[in-house]
């Protein structure tokens, strides 16, 4: 059930979510070896050409709300004049994502567990994290707790910002998104594995 409802997402409105946030993660991943958590880890190491989790989560979210804005009817005018209209509110929403994003690279409970962050070879026990994180998201929207569903978005960003830093596939030579990561009946494709001792 969760899985049919969860194609029926993605195949909807939400794919071409889906598109935009992978490829731009995609695009992103490509310069760097890993994304610091924030712009003041960004100061602290002195990483200025890194971009972060927070600056990719921000600009990700906005793309797809202009996106969705402009393909409703109540759509009016440019891409500056609809960002001018999002509120306070929009932003508080973001920041919410961001910080608990962000929160998976500072926490003691997270941020050594190679299972958040596709480190380790781990792709198998990390792709099943992802999909509970975004398990728990839909769970969350459909009981309207959205503060939580905020919460576990966020994981969900940067376990999956972390995939394409983190794993050996835009190295594979891959230049497409790798959708099998949330959607299982998607090809897989073997990406580092644990050497066989
Ligand atoms: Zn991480």
Redesign the pocket.
């Known amino acids: 059930m969760m899985s049919q409802d969860r194609r029926r997402i993605w195949e909807g409105s939400g794919k071409q979510m889906q598109l935009f946030i992978l490829a731009y993660l995609l695009l992103l991943a490509l310069p760097c070896m890993g994304f610091l958590p924030n712009f003041w880890s960004r100061v602290l190491t002195l990483s200025w050409d890194s971009h972060t989790h927070q600056y990719i989560t921000e600009q990700a979210i906005l793309n797809v709300t202009l996106e969705t804005l402009r393909s409703t009817k109540t759509s009016q005018g440019n891409n500056e004049e609809e960002q001018t209209r999002l509120g306070r509110g929009f932003w508080r929403a973001v920041g919410e994502v961001v910080k608990s994003n962000a929160a998976?690279?500072f926490l003691s409970s997270t941020r050594s567990d190679p299972v958040?962050?596709f480190d380790s070879e781990q792709v198998d026990s990390a792709m099943g994290m992802l999909r509970q994180f975004w398990a728990q998201t839909l769970l969350s929207v459909r009981a309207k707790e959205y503060q939580s569903a905020r919460h576990s978005l966020g994981q969900l960003f940067?376990s999956l910002q972390?995939f394409y830093s983190h794993s050996n596939w835009v190295e594979m030579g891959q230049r497409s998104i790798y959708l099998h990561l949330l959607q299982p009946e998607e090809p897989a494709v073997p990406v580092a594995e644990v050497p066989q001792m």
Request: hydrophobic fraction near 15%; charged fraction near 35%; proline fraction near 0%.
């Open positions: 998976m690279d958040y962050h940067h972390d």
